[in-house]
């Protein structure tokens, strides 16, 4: 079965300094992307950055990126200068390519504080 | 940019009365979704929707559920008889799994209240 784990629940960070928040899934498939959503207060769903598993290269969208390792299938988030915006519920996911149906199968989250 | 759109932002309704949400998604996608979010909880995919029907449907999908897409253009969830326990942040994405990035774009959300 196709699985995420988020392992944080919870995380915090001074403004302007880094983090990142860790993600490893399960997947029997070769060729798929990973996302790393992002939900404020508001609860509006934002995608973060995407990563496409046949490119070697990391992933990377101003302050965001990613660190990922195929084989360990390991998919973190680095954020860098942390800003109070950023706070928020941090989903890592990836579509379910069974039946071409691609329903996302999602991590439990990480809820991350960033302090001033 | 396009986006998908959803209305209402937030419905509050009594327990076995019925509402329909409402989604338009992003005009040149073909796979339609709708993921539920219990305050607190993780997101549950509930269905998903090509080609004008169920492509899949998970368990908490039962006979109390229905998706629809009347128009060519909106895309909605109807819940025939409320209860407590659907009470939750109800998202609509859509994608196009031919295009180079298979991201699902999601809406707003409605937030569903049954009392």
């Known amino acids: 079965a196709q699985t995420v784990t988020q392992s944080q629940p919870e995380m915090s960070v001074q403004e302007a300094e880094t983090v990142t928040l860790s993600c490893t899934y399960d997947t029997s498939e070769n060729n798929y992307y990973l996302f790393w959503y992002k939900q404020p207060p508001s609860r509006q769903m934002i995608l973060v950055i995407r990563q496409e598993a046949y490119k070697q290269q990391n992933a990377t969208e101003n302050r965001f990126s990613v660190n990922f390792q195929k084989a360990a299938k390991s998919f973190s988030l680095k954020i860098s200068d942390s800003q109070l915006g950023d706070t928020a519920m941090y989903f890592c996911?990836?579509?379910?390519?069974?039946?071409?149906?691609?329903?996302?199968?999602w991590g439990l989250g990480t809820s991350l504080a960033v302090n001033p | 940019e396009p986006e998908v759109t959803q209305t209402p932002s937030h419905q509050v309704t009594q327990m076995g009365q019925e509402v329909i949400l409402r989604c338009v998604p992003i005009s040149n996608h073909l796979y339609f979704y709708w993921y539920r979010q219990i305050l607190g909880q993780k997101v549950e995919f509930l269905v998903s929707?090509?080609?004008?029907?169920?492509?899949?449907k998970s368990e908490i999908f039962d006979d109390q559920f229905s998706v629809e897409r009347p128009d060519g253009s909106n895309f909605t969830l109807k819940i025939r008889s409320t209860k407590l326990e659907d009470s939750a942040m109800y998202f609509c994405?859509?994608?196009?799994?031919?295009?180079?990035?298979?991201?699902?774009?999601f809406g707003p959300g409605t937030r569903l209240t049954v009392l």
């Open positions: 996911a990836f579509p379910n390519n069974a039946g071409n149906n691609r329903k996302l199968i």
């Open positions: 929707f090509y080609n004008n029907e169920i492509s899949e």
């Open positions: 994405a859509s994608t196009n799994p031919g295009g180079s990035t298979d991201t699902q774009y």
